[in-house]
């Protein structure tokens, strides 16, 4: 797997500490089905591969079916191989890998009420409110939890299951939680305002026949899918077709 040479924003550290010191991991919610094992337990150090990894992080058939969808996104939120996604050059690539080895995510996709869920989750995020007296990966937990759902709820399966009118409310709410990103550029300088972007950008143009987004779409695709910048100005043609995407009657 080839890793990504990573820019020295604090995100990027705390990155790089959970690909090399496999600790991360969300609050688990009292009641909800956990992973029996967990990077830094002793199982964990003998499995050998990342295949023996995903096969030990697979929730049981027995038990998918009958998780309730929003306990459902606290798992798919909460899989201890996730910050793997961006151990790869190309953003979309990482997200393939998680999306075909857990199987908890391709259940989350046949809910008919995952959007709903995930909407719920999304807004209850405030990126500006990282836990002050936490730790560095406290911290940094916070953070990427926003990022995965802005790549959850921006998949292609969930994208199918919402309207027009649902698609520019959450755009809206994209563009509000990027701006207080902004305000926090050592955290969301990179990985975090890329999946903004990233979210932004399929949904926008999701539906060419109502919106056509006029920003230069291979330019626009290097950046959300590498986080490279070709030209400064990139970022300004995603934010100018978003707020005329949610002006669209």
Request: negative net charge; hydrophobic residues 40%.
């Amino acid at each position: 797997m080839e890793k990504k040479i990573l820019n020295q924003s604090t995100l990027k550290e705390v990155l790089i500490l959970f690909l090399l010191i496999p600790i991360f991991s969300f609050a688990q919610e009292d009641g909800i089905w956990d992973f029996p094992v967990k990077p830094g337990a002793v199982e964990w150090k003998t499995f050998l591969n990342n295949a023996e990894k995903v096969q030990a992080c697979q929730v049981p058939a027995t038990t998918l079916s009958s998780i309730p969808t929003g306990e459902l996104v606290q798992i798919c939120l909460n899989y201890p191989l996730l910050p793997d996604i961006f151990a790869f050059n190309n953003l979309q690539d990482g997200f393939n890998k998680f999306e075909n080895d857990f199987n908890g995510f391709g259940e989350l996709l046949r809910r008919d009420d995952a959007l709903e869920e995930l909407v719920k989750e999304y807004k209850s995020i405030d990126p500006a409110a990282i836990p002050q007296n936490g730790t560095i990966l406290e911290k940094g937990n916070y953070v990427l939890r926003t990022s995965f759902l802005e790549l959850y709820i921006s998949h292609p399966s969930i994208i199918k299951k919402i309207n027009f009118e649902e698609k520019k409310e959450i755009v809206k709410d994209l563009l509000l939680k990027k701006e207080k990103k902004g305000n926090r550029p050592s955290w969301y300088q990179t990985t975090g305002m890329q999946t903004s972007y990233f979210a932004i950008v399929n949904l926008v143009q999701s539906e060419p026949k109502k919106f056509k987004p006029d920003f230069d779409v291979s330019k626009v695709s290097a950046y959300i899918y590498s986080g490279i910048l070709a030209e400064a100005d990139i970022t300004e043609q995603i934010d100018k077709a978003a707020n005329k995407y949610i002006e669209r009657n």
